[in-house]
């Protein structure tokens, strides 16, 4: 009798991850449930070519993710059961690692002065004239400038975390000269090189047909450069290999008509205050910068408006998708927005900053489920400032960084126009450029997506642009 009560046990179990994962998924298509958001990202399926089965067998592949990630992010208490698990475990290990991360930053050595991850002093200059000979000149050396403390790195260590076929996480410890302490997320990317440069030189390819579609625009670029894509990313993640060459190789590879530029994060503490410690994107404090690097680029003659008052929601945490992918739930964001003061502008859908910050006020946001970076910024498609008359309108090609910034970037403009690359498809390049009277193209991505490909999605291909 109980070997029947807990094979009908069992059997009912079954049956209710088996449904229920379909049926959340169709609830949540359908608006009438909400799926707590983890963060995951499915392993890239791997598409066969040149064999005489690939349809059968792309077909079969395609299958296996739709499967894998169905019943990942869908399966019935799913979300409840890794957040308790993550809660516990971080509640459990928190003295070991802390205890760890204290010897590492203990036993790492100091950087030298010519290290990268620390700027080094100015050169000394003599005050003789090189060549002169026979003459007693005096040298004297100009006193060296001092390192700035804040982008001196006292120590710095890293922790693998874990892979998730896409890319391996760590966390980074680390100390700066004027005392800050911080702990942070990152990434590398888990591609073999010969596939990294191949999906480069690709990439480069689809990004130029569609500068070459239009040449009465003028095209520009910006890549939103990962820590993994500077100098001193080995320094901090010791046995990981920087990116920064297939970055230069990508920029290399575009056509001379468009003028592109790499979005800067030149020290480690730049990484720290301009991307969020628990996620990939840049902060609004980063994109704020990011704005006035893209105003020098295409207006200089434009002022950009003041970063303005910082505005802090003490009662929440911002869980990144890195955070909500590894459950460090010991890290996360104090979330921070700036009041730009941007003037009278017009956005479809309708948004506004105040609306905004005062339905974020009355919330508490302390789990990994929200990611409220995309509660403040949903997505906006047109912003048009009335006052202005620059005689330029603007079409940004973008990601999710777009949605931080797009009603700032527009009061550089007549009018900006928004496409997101979950929308690419179907898009036709002519037809936007007519309607808007479009006269500037901004084709920004972050890195993996843009140089990678690197989760599947980033539809270039799509875009028509006969």
């Not at 070991?96 to 080094?120: F, L």
């Not at 003789?128 to 050396?141: I, P, S, V």
């Not at 592109?260 to 503490?269: D, M, N, P, S, V």
Request: with cysteine.
């Amino acid at each position: 009798m109980n070997r029947k009560l807990y094979l009908a046990v069992l059997g009912l179990l079954f049956v209710v991850l088996l449904c229920g994962a379909p049926f959340m998924k169709a609830a949540s298509d359908a608006g009438v449930l909400e799926v707590r958001d983890l963060g995951n990202r499915g392993e890239e399926a791997e598409f066969y070519e040149g064999t005489p089965f690939d349809g059968a067998l792309n077909k079969l592949v395609s299958l296996k993710k739709s499967l894998t990630d169905l019943y990942t992010d869908y399966m019935p208490g799913y979300y409840e059961t890794v957040f308790a698990y993550g809660e516990a475990s971080n509640t459990l290990n928190a003295p070991a690692a802390e205890w760890y991360a204290d010897m590492r930053a203990v036993t790492v050595q100091k950087p030298t002065d010519t290290s990268p991850i620390t700027p080094p002093p100015a050169d000394t200059v003599s005050s003789g004239e090189e060549g002169t000979e026979g003459t007693d000149t005096l040298e004297t050396a100009e006193p060296e400038v001092p390192a700035d403390p804040r982008n001196e790195v006292v120590s710095v260590s890293s922790t693998f975390l874990q892979s998730n076929g896409i890319h391996r996480y760590y966390r980074i410890d680390a100390e700066f000269g004027d005392g800050f302490k911080t702990s942070f997320l990152d990434t590398a990317v888990n591609l073999t090189d010969k596939s990294k440069e191949a999906r480069v030189t690709m990439q480069a390819k689809k990004l130029n047909r569609i500068a070459e579609a239009d040449p009465d625009v003028n095209f520009y670029f910006m890549l939103f450069t990962r820590m993994q894509d500077t100098d001193y990313y080995e320094d901090v993640i010791v046995g990981e290999e920087s990116t920064e060459k297939y970055a230069d190789l990508f920029l290399s590879l575009l056509d001379e008509r468009i003028t592109a530029q790499k979005w800067e994060i030149g020290t480690l503490r730049d990484r720290v205050e301009r991307v969020y410690l628990t996620d990939h994107h840049w902060s609004t404090y980063g994109s704020w910068l990011g704005f006035c690097q893209i105003c020098k680029m295409i207006c200089p003659e434009h002022e950009p408006v003041a970063l303005g008052e910082p505005v802090e929601f003490p009662n929440s945490k911002f869980y990144g998708s890195a955070a909500r992918l590894c459950q460090t739930l010991d890290l996360w964001d104090p979330f921070v927005v700036y009041d730009y003061d941007l003037g009278e502008y017009k956005c479809s859908p309708p948004w506004r900053f105040n609306q905004q910050v005062k339905k974020l006020s009355k919330e508490k946001y302390v789990t990994p489920d929200v990611n409220i970076y995309a509660v403040f910024f949903p997505e906006v498609y047109e912003v048009t400032y009335p006052d202005n008359h620059t005689g330029r309108n603007l079409l940004v090609i973008g990601d999710s960084f777009t949605q931080g910034f797009v009603e700032l970037l527009g009061s550089a403009f007549d009018t900006t126009v928004a496409r997101y690359y979950t929308g690419y498809a179907g898009m036709n390049y002519h037809d936007v450029i007519e309607q808007y009277g479009i006269t500037d193209v901004l084709f920004e991505q972050f890195s993996d997506r843009i140089m990678f490909d690197i989760y599947g999605d980033d539809q270039l291909s799509a875009i028509v642009l006969d």
